[in-house]
């Protein structure tokens, strides 16, 4: 049995207002209300500019406000609802 597994994978990410934006290297963009991300939502511009696409697109990584998030987790809507 053949299996194709296709793994969501970053490209680029920006922000507006309200939103953290990501372009998957399929050509999806997601937005995400950045209310779900409590530190990237506290974060300032210059703060939020701060980040690294790791694990080759699987993951988005902000060393300065401690915040990772997985694509993937994205996609199945996982969200950080602490309050920090």
């Known amino acids: ?28 963009q997601l937005a995400i209300p950045l209310v779900y991300f409590p530190r990237l939502l506290n974060a ?6 701060k980040y690294e696409i790791s694990g080759g697109g699987i993951g988005l990584h902000w060393d300065e406000i401690d915040e990772d998030i997985s694509v993937d987790g994205l996609l199945l809507g996982n969200v950080d609802i602490t309050k920090k």
């Not at 969501?8 to 990501?22: P, R, T």
């Not at 300032?44 to 500019?49: G, M, N, P």
């Open 44 to 49: 300032t511009h210059e703060q939020r500019q």
């Open 1 to 28: 049995m053949n299996t194709l597994t296709l793994e969501a994978k970053a490209l680029k990410i920006w922000f507006d207002e309200d939103n953290l934006w990501v372009m998957l290297q399929d050509g999806r």
